[in-house]
């Protein structure tokens, strides 16, 4: 399915950029969130939703105010078959960032998300501008230096040779609207969120949870793999078998590697209950 070395499934997690809203916001809405000298971040980030919400109707932020907290991704050969899955460790949000471009440097993995074309990674490039970090492998210089068109690049492409956003494949670039990975997940009979929701990572990352929100997003990260599985079953470049093995092969490894992670008896669940049916077919 690839012609890189890896497939890399990956998923963001972010925060409002506290420092950023304090430079844009009114002096009446930060004076308002502070208690004496201090501002309070996560109430001043609570009235940025409130003001975007005004504003445009969504409370979702542009781009470039979202800071990364965390970056999870399943790892697989190039055939789709499960290695491993985890959240990139870092101190920092220049850290995390810097180490899954590296990475992408490094291996130019086929990248595999859920509106990571419209969200993930412009945002991530974003970010990136304000640490000066360079990514020539993700704008493709070196193709474009010899001589390949500029359409050539992550950020372009739509055929998912080199990124598959599922959102617009499975989408059909946007005639489907509005269309969730949990929902989504749920309809095929994935485990989709069953425990956190994105709308709760504000609120555990002030309360000091950071393991919650890696796991909260390696769970995403495992929907969005089997997804792409059942994906690539649709499209006839996975046969039934090698989607069986896969699975399974995850379910192993999550036994083997993940024991202690809430998902885990979930996601082993309903493997064990997919493998029945496919059994059956």
């Keep these: 399915m690839s012609k890189n070395g ?6 963001c997690e972010t925060i409002p950029d506290v420092a950023l809203l304090e430079r844009v916001m009114s002096e009446e ?14 109430a001043l980030s609570e009235l940025a939703f409130t003001r975007q919400t005004e504003a445009s109707g ?10 990364v907290v965390a970056i999870s991704a399943v ?8 290695r491993s899955v985890n959240t990139i460790e870092g101190t920092n949000e ?17 990248l595999v998300s859920f509106n990571g074309r419209g969200f993930d990674l412009p945002m991530i490039m974003a970010r990136a501008l304000k640490y000066n970090i360079s990514a020539p492998s993700y704008f493709c210089v070196n193709d474009r230096e010899n001589g390949k068109d500029k359409w050539t690049n992550y950020r372009s492409r739509y ?20 269309l969730k990975l ?13 425990d956190v929701h994105g709308d709760q990572v504000l609120e555990l990352y002030y309360a000091g949870e950071r393991d919650k929100i890696d796991e909260y997003c390696e769970s995403d990260v495992l929907n969005t793999y089997w997804l792409f599985l059942k994906y690539e079953l649709l499209r006839g470049n996975l046969t039934i078998e090698d989607y069986a093995d896969y699975i399974s092969l995850m379910s192993e490894y999550l036994n083997t590697n993940k024991a202690q992670m809430s ?5 082993c669940e309903y493997i064990k209950n997919e493998l029945e049916k496919v059994k059956k077919q």
């Excluded at 890896?6 to 998923?11: E, L, R």
């Excluded at 969504?58 to 800071?67: D, M, Y």
């Excluded at 220049?94 to 086929?110: L, S, V």
């Excluded at 990124?163 to 609207?177: C, E, K, N």
Aim: aromatic fraction near 14%.
């Design 6 to 11: 890896y497939i890399c499934v990956f998923d």
């Design 58 to 67: 969504s409370s979702f932020l542009p781009v470039c105010f979202h800071e």
């Design 75 to 82: 790892m697989s050969d190039s055939f789709g078959r499960f």
């Design 29 to 42: 809405d930060v004076a308002s969130c502070k208690n004496g000298d201090e501002i309070d971040k996560k």
């Design 159 to 178: 055929d998912g040779v080199f990124h598959l956003d599922l959102l617009d494949h499975i989408g059909d670039f946007g005639a489907v609207r509005g």
């Design 94 to 110: 220049e850290e995390i960032i810097r180490k899954f471009i590296r990475f992408i440097e490094a291996h130019n993995p086929r």
């Design 182 to 194: 949990d929902t989504l997940c749920a309809s095929v009979g994935l485990p989709g969120k069953y």
């Design 263 to 267: 998902y885990t008896p979930v996601f």
